[in-house]
């Protein structure tokens, strides 16, 4: 081991014998009582040495090995320490590629403060190539979902739609402009390429990784141009996901509202089923109204979407589905968040299953999910 303070987390004296690591509340640590010389040693906490070399460049600060084994000990069981070196064979294949690396330091950084055991956030990140997403949709939310998974390092990411780019497609982070005229899929891939981490995809959508040949899917993203689709999604299109066990997750703006979620774990979570019996029965005429706003009859020109908006619904989105995929559970999971413009304040609601729905996930509790993306879970020394 090469024991590294986790670069990530900022460091500060609190008074003259108490350390902070870390600057917010929710990744914030504070270790004491800390003497000066037990401090300069912190410094040397850089990775680039072993313990035995650590042991004695300690001595010449007056600290004992049995002084030096019990810090880096706390160190380790508070989430603080770090090692260059772990992670198993999928991290050591990653730093391997220098370049691919280089440019998801930030997120490897990240994902070491939200995972605490030494090389877990790096190996996260590696495991990310091995899984395959498809995003169902085109426009200014789905384009910019998929363009930021397949930046943030997932191996496999599909784009359906059906149709050519509009020029209201475009959007900063979505389809270019040069892409109008284009069909929507084929544009779609291509930014899929451009963005993706350590050279594009083989031809045919194959990446080299481990979730080409047809991996099963990881995640369904369905964040289709028609907002109404995400506001109340149609129970039939999400059949075959709740038959095989598909993890999907609804995004998308209608009007002048974001929406986020559900993320739906077929049988632990509730589902587009679930969401429309509730409906329901709290207002007896939606079906009445949802038929009419689903047959078209009334809709005129371009629909609302809001561009920062839409920008944000996607980076909130990709945020959910990539902390899934890396094995936890978001807020999203049984619950959709929203936010109106012009205030835009986030806004979450539960959605329970529903007894009468088909999904079969009714009985079941958020503590009983487990998730279905395949990372590699840790536990924490201590």
């Not at 395959?132 to 997932?154: D, F, H, K, P, Y």
Request: proline letters at 8%.
């Amino acid at each position: 081991m090469h024991p590294m303070l986790k670069p990530a987390l900022r460091r500060a004296w609190r008074g003259r014998n108490t350390v902070q690591f870390g600057v917010t509340p929710a990744h914030a640590v504070t270790l004491g009582p800390m003497d000066i010389a037990t401090g300069s040693f912190l410094e040397l906490l850089d990775g680039t040495r072993g313990l035995p070399l650590l042991r004695e460049e300690a001595r010449a600060l007056d600290l004992s090995d049995r002084h030096v084994d019990i810090l880096v000990s706390r160190l380790t069981e508070a989430g603080l320490l770090d090692d260059p070196d772990a992670g198993g064979p999928e991290a050591d294949a990653l730093r391997r590629r220098a370049e691919t690396l280089d440019r998801q330091r930030p997120d490897a950084a990240a994902l070491s403060v939200v995972h605490p055991a030494p090389g877990s956030g790096l190996r996260r990140l590696a495991a990310r190539r091995a899984m395959r997403v498809q995003v169902r949709g085109a426009g200014r939310v789905g384009a910019a979902i998929a363009a930021l998974l397949s930046g943030s390092g997932v191996g496999q990411v599909e784009v359906l739609d059906g149709g050519r780019t509009e020029p209201w497609d475009v959007a900063p982070g979505g389809l270019p402009a040069a892409s109008v005229g284009e069909r929507r899929d084929t544009a779609a891939r291509q930014l899929v390429r451009r963005s993706a981490v350590g050279g594009p995809p083989r031809a045919g959508g194959q990446d080299p990784s481990p979730a080409g040949g047809g991996a099963a899917l990881s995640l369904v993203v369905m964040a289709p141009r028609d907002g109404l689709s995400v506001y109340a999604p149609d129970p039939g299109t999400a059949a075959p996901w709740i038959t095989s066990g598909t993890p999907h997750l609804y995004a998308g703006v209608i009007e002048a509202t974001g929406v986020v979620g559900p993320l739906v774990l077929p049988g632990g979570t509730g589902c587009a089923g679930c969401l429309a019996l509730r409906r329901a029965e709290a207002d007896p005429q939606w079906p009445r109204m949802l038929a009419q706003w689903r047959s078209g009859r009334r809709s005129h020109g371009v629909q609302a979407c809001d561009l920062g908006l839409a920008t944000a619904v996607a980076g909130l989105a990709a945020a959910h589905a990539l902390s899934f995929l890396d094995g936890e559970l978001p807020a999203s999971t049984g619950a959709r968040w929203e936010a109106a413009m012009p205030l835009l304040d986030w806004r979450s609601d539960r959605l329970d299953p529903h007894l009468d729905c088909d999904c079969g996930a009714a009985g079941h509790t958020e503590g009983e999910l487990t998730s279905a993306a395949g990372a590699p879970q840790d536990t924490m020394a201590g």
